[in-house]
């Protein structure tokens, strides 16, 4: 019995099983750090969305009139503000003058000015593009003009187009800008040749 007796104690005091112990301690922490780096948490506030290129469609400050912007890619899909993701172009804001301009912020009513309209194409796809801007609604009854930008963001940051538009009256449509994108990624090809993209809107 006191054999026995012994043999448990020097069990429970064997260096080599507290090595063991504390190795396996040192290992499930390192593993816990390593899952912790794998999975940062997400940033609130950040939005970092893949663009080739960008179009913004901008007219003046405070304005209460409604431009909208019709893009199509190679393939005939249009993105417009009932249809604002196709493809790989997406509508990211759908500015509707003053009506949509109105923000909330801790319980007092603030006016973003700002009237503009940007579309993304998130990948390249060989092809003709199109882009249209359309006078959907006015409440003043007078021209405005309108800013016309796209961006070539990669590989490095160049103006496709720009220029400013003058929209003489509500349902009027104009085309801005025709491009196309070769196999390369090379834009040619550009013209201001009108096709209707607008459909029952006018």
């Known amino acids: 019995m006191a054999i026995l007796r012994r043999k448990k104690r020097d069990f429970e005091q064997d260096p080599f099983t507290d090595l063991l112990f504390n190795s396996l301690l040192a290992f499930t922490l390192l593993f816990i750090i390593t899952i912790m780096f794998l999975n940062p948490p997400a940033k609130t506030g950040i939005i970092d969305p893949k663009a080739e290129f960008i179009i913004t469609v901008k007219w003046e400050d405070n304005s209460p009139s409604d431009i909208d912007t019709w893009v199509e890619d190679p393939k005939g899909q249009v993105v417009w503000y009932r249809i604002p993701e196709v493809g790989l172009l997406h509508l990211d804001r759908d500015d509707r003058g003053l009506d949509n301009d ?30 249209n801007v359309h006078y959907y609604d006015t409440k003043e009854k007078r021209q405005v003009n309108v800013e016309v930008r796209v961006v070539r963001v990669n590989p490095k940051l160049e103006v496709v187009y720009y220029d400013t538009l003058t929209m003489e009256e509500k349902g009027e449509e104009q085309t801005a800008i025709r491009f196309t994108i070769d196999e390369d990624g090379n834009i040619t090809n550009k013209n201001t040749l009108f096709k209707s993209l607008v459909k029952g809107e006018k």
């Open 102 to 131: 109105r923000i909330l912020v801790d319980g007092n009513e603030i006016i973003n000015p700002l009237n503009q309209e940007v579309v993304t194409i998130r990948g390249v796809v060989p092809g003709q593009y199109i882009v």
